[in-house]
């Protein structure tokens, strides 16, 4: 009798509590995920980038956004070094480092593969603001191996 | 340079990082796994990559890291068919009533405060792409771990696998295993349900128990009749290995095919092979030489995916050891417990807590599989890598405090504790 009472002390008073606590998690909210590469448009270089020649301008392929809830790291391109951190309200998503700093906003229409906003960065050895628009890349296989 | 030369430059570095911090930590009393841990780390980003950004990114390009993660899980598929294959159900039968309490008990102890700690972590960790129920179960899974290979070295290592409390915590780790990845098959399924394997759930599921059933009631005899069969040939362990290997990757293949992971169908070869004692022995120590070469590329796989700097700020490092708290008082809590409750002394049921709170190399399995379905955040991800190895390095210090050589050597030596290592 005392090894029932204490498997069901032990054992199953613990499963009921997981069984309630799956229940009253489903009300919860996470962030909206902006996690991946986004592939980014520049809409029209500004300031400093327009007294650049064309080589030195630059090249803004993708930038990677790790998240972990609200908190974001952007790398660029391949580069496995975090570029900015910072973090994400709502939609609007504002991060800053020493080279690059990004303001920007989920597409208003609710589409949250679209990015648009101000990404700054160092251009010729000048902070460079310019707006731009990004679209998430589809994600690669994310199986194991 | 070309790829092949580039893969070789890693294998080197790693082995030799491995080699060296596998040293370090057998002179601290330490099992050689956690230094092989360790040296994954080490040429991750968290250290590697952060003071020499260039020579990083050189050794392990992007483009070269499908080649490394390949090796590493071959090696992977390996180790798990090894853990399978020293798992004997025998080991739980032989303790009774009370082996079966303090198994259950440190799972469902630890995986119920997992899902409290989900509870907080979901909003703040997690993003709206991930469902709670697939985070919460994930986070009760990796709190529920138990590293039975790693455990069995360091009852070996320190004489006592034939007392009665290595006798039992191995037992328990062994029902524990088995328990965590079924659970973690389920989960698997269910996040990859739909979209990632074009099946749905049930179908996946019941898939997979037609598989199992398969497997136990006609695999497993004809398995053990082949291989008695082989063995009055006169086939030596060097031959009946690779027809083994070849049975488990078959096995890996459908249970991926089913959804449920290629790691679970190598686990449930090595668990229906027969137990014969030495045939066990002879089978893990052939094979160990393949995971002694590719499990340190699993450990830097690991470590190139961790990066400290997302725990850069205090909050984030509140988290990290609220989540290092949660692991160590549900499973070292809820083992005690058990163990004081069915009747076992406070010394003896600490030590059973402490080994029981070893989660080592299956935790890492663990949490690689929730980084690549998407369930887990890199900086999770990261934060769960710094438990398993704070668990995993405490129990070789606590257990000499707790229970040390000269009290062990008192007891009578346990009937049944036999396990290959």
């Known amino acids: 009798m005392r090894s029932i009472l204490l498997y069901i002390s032990l054992v199953g008073l613990p499963i009921a509590g997981m069984v309630v606590a799956l229940q009253l998690g489903q009300g919860l909210a996470a962030p909206a995920s902006v996690a991946g590469v986004w592939r980014v448009e520049l809409v029209e270089p500004a300031g400093g980038i327009q007294r650049c020649n064309e080589a030195t301008a630059p090249a803004l392929p993708s930038l990677q956004i790790i998240q972990s809830g609200r908190r974001i790291a952007i790398s660029v391109g391949e580069e496995k070094k975090i570029a900015a951190v910072g973090e994400l309200r709502e939609a609007t998503l504002t991060a800053a480092g020493d080279s690059l700093q990004v303001n920007a906003r989920l597409h208003r229409d609710g589409d949250r593969t679209r990015l648009q906003g101000f990404i700054s960065l160092r251009v010729c050895g000048n902070p460079a603001e310019m707006e731009f628009h990004a679209s998430l890349a589809p994600k690669r296989e994310t199986e194991i191996h | ?421």
């Not at chain 2, 799972?107 to 469902?131: E, H, K, W």
């Open chain 2, 1 to 421: 340079m070309s790829k092949i030369a580039i893969l070789i430059m890693q294998i080197g570095t790693i082995l030799l990082a491995s080699g060296i911090m596998g040293w370090i930590c057998k002179r601290f009393h330490q099992p050689r796994v956690i230094g092989e841990m360790l040296a994954g780390i080490l040429l991750g980003p968290s250290l590697l990559g952060w003071v020499a950004p260039g020579f990083s990114a050189a050794l392990f390009p992007p483009s070269s890291l499908a080649s490394l993660s390949s090796l590493s899980q071959v090696g992977i598929l390996v180790y798990m068919f090894v853990v399978g294959l020293e798992l004997n159900p025998r080991l739980l039968r032989d303790r009774g009533h009370t082996a079966l309490l303090i198994s259950h008990t440190s799972i469902t102890i630890p995986a119920f405060l997992g899902m409290l700690l989900a509870f907080y972590l979901y909003p703040r960790l997690s993003n709206d792409n991930v469902r709670f129920t697939h985070f919460a179960l994930f986070l009760a899974i990796s709190m529920s771990v138990t590293a039975f290979p790693v455990l069995a070295r360091i009852l070996t290592e320190r004489g006592l696998m034939r007392t009665e409390v290595g006798a039992m915590a191995i037992a328990c780790a062994a029902f524990d295993d088995v328990s965590a990845w079924s659970l973690l098959a389920i989960v698997v399924a269910l996040v990859r349900s739909g979209h990632l394997s074009g099946m749905s759930f049930w179908t996946q599921i019941l898939g997979s128990l037609a598989y199992v059933s398969l497997a136990i009631f006609l695999l497993k005899p004809a398995l053990a009749r082949i291989l008695k069969w082989r063995q009055r040939k006169g086939a030596g362990v060097g031959e009946i290995a690779p027809l083994c290997l070849l049975v488990a990757f078959g096995s890996a293949l459908i249970t991926e095919g089913l959804g449920i992971h290629a790691l679970f169908g190598a686990f449930l070869i090595g668990a229906l092979m027969p137990k014969e004692r030495e045939f066990v022995q002879s089978l893990t120590e052939r094979l160990e030489g393949v995971t002694l070469l590719l499990l340190p590329l699993f450990f830097a796989a690991t470590g190139l995916r961790t990066s400290i700097a997302l725990v850069s700020d205090a909050e984030m490092w509140f988290y990290c050891a609220l989540v290092v708290a949660v692991a160590i008082l549900g499973k070292f809590g809820g083992a005690m417990i058990a163990a004081r409750t069915s009747g076992m002394g406070w010394r003896e049921s600490g030590a059973i807590g402490i080994l029981m709170n070893t989660r080592g190399l299956m935790e890492l399995i663990v949490l690689n599989i929730g980084l690549d379905i998407g369930i887990i955040s890199p900086a999770l991800f990261t934060i769960l890598v710094l438990m398993a190895l704070i668990t995993t390095f405490m129990a070789g210090p606590l257990i000499e405090l707790i229970y040390p050589k000269r009290i062990s050597d008192r007891e009578p030596a346990a009937v049944g504790a036999e396990v290959a290592v």
